[in-house]
């Protein structure tokens, strides 16, 4: 299984909701909307649950401007 480390590039992020519907577990938003990675605040260091990569698949895939990023090697702290 690949490890995954993710993370919203909130600059690219248009506060449409999609991510969070599809993934309730892993993203959460701000009072502007704008939403971050919840397992590890948006800090892309924490690997992705198993049992949460298909929903974050999804909601990855969906993403309309594509902020949400995906690695597989934490995210340093400089990144987004
Ligand atoms: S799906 Fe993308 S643009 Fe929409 S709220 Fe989530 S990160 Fe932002």
Known sequence: ?????AKVDREMCIACGLC????PTLFSYDADGIASYQPDSNTGSVPLDAAQQ???KI???RCPTHAITRSDQPFSADQG
């Open 59 to 61: 909601a990855y895939r």
């Open 20 to 23: 969070q519907m599809l993934a």
């Open 1 to 5: 299984m690949t490890i995954v480390y």
């Open 54 to 56: 298909v929903a974050f």
